[in-house]
């Protein structure tokens, strides 16, 4: 699994039907709120041109891209952190998630109501926010209990949590999410334990209509200066546009995107931001019975990223014999690197860079 992102909105901003679009799973898409009630999931495969010109020039007879993970979680509602359009369910589903994409309504459409009766991106942004801020308030509440009647027993490090707890929460009643904040080690280990909403990281999706894909949108500008003030990604997409493309074959998708003046679809942006957002990269392994991807995160050295195959791979690690897909692609093949002296073998301390292909050698 590459990794997995949960798609959050207010009801009818698109959220179902951007699912649709990007994994073709069939999620129900209604212009009602409320649609989904359990998330639907679906599992996309990474399209990656370097993995197909690996392949090829292995001559692999399989081909194995990594994924992602998408979970529609059903619309939020103000008071959802209250239960409000069964929001603690729904909020519930949006911890298991790696990174949030928030889909933001930034189009018009009288047959497709709003949920407040009007296009407002900052608006609908406030409202996701303060829902998942409230909750991960209530979940902070029932930690501190807790280290408390720890503390009270001289336990230092429970009182140090305390503490740390209280920061975040006067963070919290400040309107300030989590994921703004500047975090050592320690405090980074506790806040995955404490897996809180408004600390994951977030994209924004900003859902357009079909013919203001490429035209100045002042709803998309202030999706966008929301996000720069919070360090988060912007994606422009067109559900729709996104419908039609994962309807064609594979071999027509760049044809059809030629002629909407596009480079590559709405899913390729969303992934690449959603790698840079979580700082992964995508090494290989190649032959003639395989080439596969793996997603790791940026810096994992090669032990661990060998262990992603298998965790004999890491437990008996010995070397990783390595060279890099551009080398791969100046050289024409793996042949033509081992010539050019470009092939390395490398110990336990190398850390995997995105591109490379490698070769583990192990003690099984």
């Known amino acids: 699994m590459g990794f997995n992102c949960g798609i959050v909105g207010l009801p009818n901003v698109g959220k179902s039907t951007t699912f649709n679009a990007l994994t073709s799973a069939g999620a129900q898409a209604s212009n009602y709120p409320f649609t989904t009630i359990d998330p639907n999931v679906g599992v996309v495969e990474l399209s990656d041109e370097r993995l197909d010109k690996i392949a090829s020039m292995h001559r692999s007879k399989k081909i194995t891209p990594t994924n992602m993970e998408f979970v529609d979680i059903a619309g939020l509602v103000k008071g959802a952190a209250q239960g409000e359009g069964l929001g603690n369910k729904f909020l519930a589903n949006i911890r298991e998630v790696d990174a949030i994409a928030h889909v933001v309504r930034c189009f018009e459409d009288p047959n497709v109501v709003h949920v407040a009766g009007a296009?407002?991106?900052?608006?609908?942004?406030?409202?996701?926010?303060?829902?998942?801020?409230?909750?991960?308030?209530?979940?902070?509440?029932?930690?501190?209990?807790?280290?408390?009647?720890?503390?009270?027993?001289?336990d230092k490090k429970a009182a140090a949590e305390v503490e740390f707890i209280t920061v975040l929460a006067g963070s919290l009643d400040k309107g300030e999410s989590l994921r703004r904040g500047d975090y050592n080690e320690e405090q980074a280990a506790l806040l995955r334990i404490y897996n809180l909403l408004s600390a994951k990281p977030v994209l924004y999706v900003a859902n357009v209509a079909e013919d203001m894909l490429d035209k100045p949108n002042p709803a998309v500008d202030v999706v966008k200066g929301i996000a720069a003030e919070e360090g988060a990604g912007v994606v422009v997409i067109?559900?729709?546009?996104?419908?039609?493309?994962?309807?064609?074959?594979?071999?027509?998708?760049?044809?059809?995107?030629?002629?909407m003046g596009l480079k590559e679809s709405g899913l390729d942006r969303l992934?690449?931001?959603?790698?840079?957002?979580?700082?992964?990269?995508?090494?290989?392994?190649?032959?003639?019975?395989?080439?596969?991807?793996?997603?790791?995160?940026?810096?994992?050295?090669?032990?661990?990223?060998?262990?992603?195959?298998?965790?004999d791979f890491e437990r008996g690690f010995i070397r990783a014999e390595v060279f890099h897909y551009d080398d791969l692609i100046r050289h024409g093949s793996a042949l033509g690197v081992k010539e050019a002296g470009l092939l390395r073998s490398e110990g336990k301390e190398y850390v995997i860079q995105d591109g490379d292909i490698v070769l583990y050698r192990f003690n099984v």
Do not use: C
């Not at 406030?126 to 408390?148: N, Q, T, W, Y």
């Not at 190649?286 to 997603?295: F, L, N, Q, V, Y």
């Open 119 to 154: 296009v407002d991106p900052k608006s609908d942004i406030e409202v996701i926010e303060a829902e998942l801020m409230l909750a991960d308030i209530e979940s902070l509440e029932k930690r501190r209990f807790k280290m408390e009647k720890q503390a009270k027993t001289g």
């Open 238 to 259: 067109s559900g729709k546009v996104e419908g039609e493309i994962a309807q064609l074959p594979k071999e027509e998708r760049n044809e059809y995107l030629a002629g």
């Open 271 to 311: 992934i690449r931001a959603g790698y840079e957002l979580l700082g992964l990269i995508t090494y290989f392994t190649a032959g003639e019975k395989e080439s596969r991807a793996w997603t790791i995160t940026k810096g994992m050295k090669a032990p661990q990223a060998a262990g992603k195959i298998h965790t």
